[in-house]
């Protein structure tokens, strides 16, 4: 049966400190609604996708990120726009977890995205990749809404989201998603 409580893994796409992605994911943290908690779960450990070393056994960081993924009842992501798609070191963490194709930890997952770049794009082109890759490990994506953000650097300031309304923005999500994610484990459950 569903739980009233739900967990959800934030992962930001980006390994800067100051990441306006990760701020994003941490707005999210202190800022979730009742009846929703969220853990970030950082990428600077997981090393670049190699089948050789897979075929060895996942390496320690990557076995957290399944098991942390597993444990979860689902997923937010926060990704940068690099060059018009998401950050390489979101696709390479989605990459590692996708295995083995089609029954990975992410098939039947929940997840919602986020994003946010220092430019006027909001992230539309990696959010909609996003949407678009996550389709490809069979994860439960909400396709809509995704929120994205331009010019992070006016609500964003070393790492901490100041804006009031873009922190409303990231509590709206949130609710939308936890309302996904319930309808997501009543269906799982009905089954
Ligand atoms: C290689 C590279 C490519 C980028 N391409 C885009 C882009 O296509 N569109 C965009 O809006 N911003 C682009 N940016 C700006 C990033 O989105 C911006 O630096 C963002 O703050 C990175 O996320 P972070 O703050 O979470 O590290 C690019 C930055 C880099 C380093």
Known sequence: ?????????????????????????????????EGVAIEMFLLHDVPLYNADV????DPAP??????????ADGLLLATPQYNGSVSGVLK?????????????VLAGKPAAIMGATTGRSAT???????????????????????????????????GQLHAEDVKQQI?????????FVRGHQLAEAAD
């Open 92 to 104: 390479n963490a989605l990459d590692w977890a996708s295995r083995p194709a089609f029954e990975s």
């Open 1 to 33: 049966m569903p739980s009233s409580q739900i967990t959800l893994l934030g992962i930001p796409g980006s390994l800067r400190e100051h990441s306006f992605n990760r701020a994003l994911i941490q707005a999210a943290v202190d800022n979730a609604p």
């Open 171 to 179: 509590r709206e999500l949130l609710s939308e998603f936890a309302v």
């Open 62 to 71: 990557v076995a957290r990120l399944k098991r942390a993924i597993v444990e």
């Open 54 to 57: 897979e075929a060895q056994g």
């Open 124 to 158: 539309a082109k990696a959010r909609e990749d996003l949407v678009r890759l996550l389709g490809l490990t069979r994860s439960n994506v909400m396709a809509t809404p995704t929120l994205g953000f331009a010019n992070a650097g006016e609500a964003i300031d070393e």
